[in-house]
């Protein structure tokens, strides 16, 4: 995060993006549960068959990793890390030229979080409560 908000190189700018902060949120994006999942891909129509079954599992285990943190909460982390990275005065953390990319990163996770239905508060739940 240090060196995404300090660099003066935009390779290494891109790089950090595309290689590191874009692939670690969007593997930790919560799942929706009524979601399902597509066909699984088969693998014999790419090798023809040559491979064992064990090699075959091995290779769709390589495809499937993902990087995720049971406990990393997307909003949490843009809301602590990114935005505080972001929105830090000039001399603490964050020079003016990286500012927009921090801002942007810190919008690109919050569009990867699914819209959460708001909780009942308690008068709402007594409410529920009674009508049961």
């Given at each position: ?21 874009h ?36 290779v ?12 990393m ?23 003016d030229s ?13 569009q ?18 009674r009508?049961?």
């Amino acid at each position: 995060m240090h060196t995404l908000a300090n660099t003066e190189s935009s390779i290494l700018k891109d790089r950090l993006t595309d290689s590191i902060f874009h692939p670690l949120l969007q593997s930790n994006v919560t799942e929706d549960s009524d979601s399902e999942d597509s066909e699984p891909e088969d693998l014999r129509a790419v090798d023809g068959g040559k491979l064992s079954k064990k090699t075959r599992k091995e290779v769709r285990a390589l495809i499937n990793q993902k990087f995720v943190f049971e406990n990393m909460n997307i909003l949490m982390y843009a809301e602590n890390y990114i935005f505080k990275v972001a929105s830090a005065p000039h001399g603490e953390g964050v020079t003016d030229s990286n500012r927009e990319i921090m801002y942007q990163l810190y919008n690109f996770a919050l569009q990867l979080e699914p819209d959460k239905k708001p909780e009942l508060t308690f008068s709402e739940r007594m409410l529920v409560n009674r009508a049961r």
